[in-house]
């Protein structure tokens, strides 16, 4: 099995927060492979960048997921561990960066975003994070 370490941000504007909906149609939040000589915290925000536009700040660290799927260009499992941020920006403004990759994204209320995501383990984040974000 494969094993990737990358990282990603829960990012807040106003008490709302920064979906995706994928290629596949999941609701997912931003991440990245940590590549190179990049930091965990460096690949998150880097990540947000990418495939929202978004400059975002790190507030607090998040946690960590880990999940495993059959890759079929490699033709292997791959376990991805996931460090994840919580990250604020100061607009609502976004660009989907990569189109063939992204249908849709936007900014929601968390509680809309809770119905919206599609893994649990996401939601759970998604809860702790709005935690930390509300008592920062």
């Known amino acids: 099995m494969q094993v990737r370490d990358c990282a990603g941000g829960i990012v807040f504007h106003d008490g709302n927060v920064f979906l995706l909906k994928n290629e596949k149609g999941d609701w ?9 000589t990049l930091s965990a915290e460096e690949t998150a925000c880097n990540s947000v960048l990418n495939e929202g536009g978004i400059k975002a700040t790190i507030l607090d660290s998040a946690g960590r997921t880990y999940y495993e799927f059959y890759s079929v260009t490699r033709k292997r499992p791959v376990c991805n561990r996931v460090a994840w941020y919580v990250m604020e920006t100061d607009t609502d403004s976004f660009i989907i ?13 968390v509680e809309t975003a809770l119905e919206m995501i599609t893994y649990s383990q996401d939601r759970t984040l998604l809860l702790q994070s709005f935690r930390k974000y509300q008592d920062r």
């Open 97 to 109: 960066g990569e189109p063939e990759k992204t249908l849709e994204a936007g900014f929601y209320p």
């Open 28 to 36: 997912v939040l931003p991440k990245g492979v940590i590549r190179d």
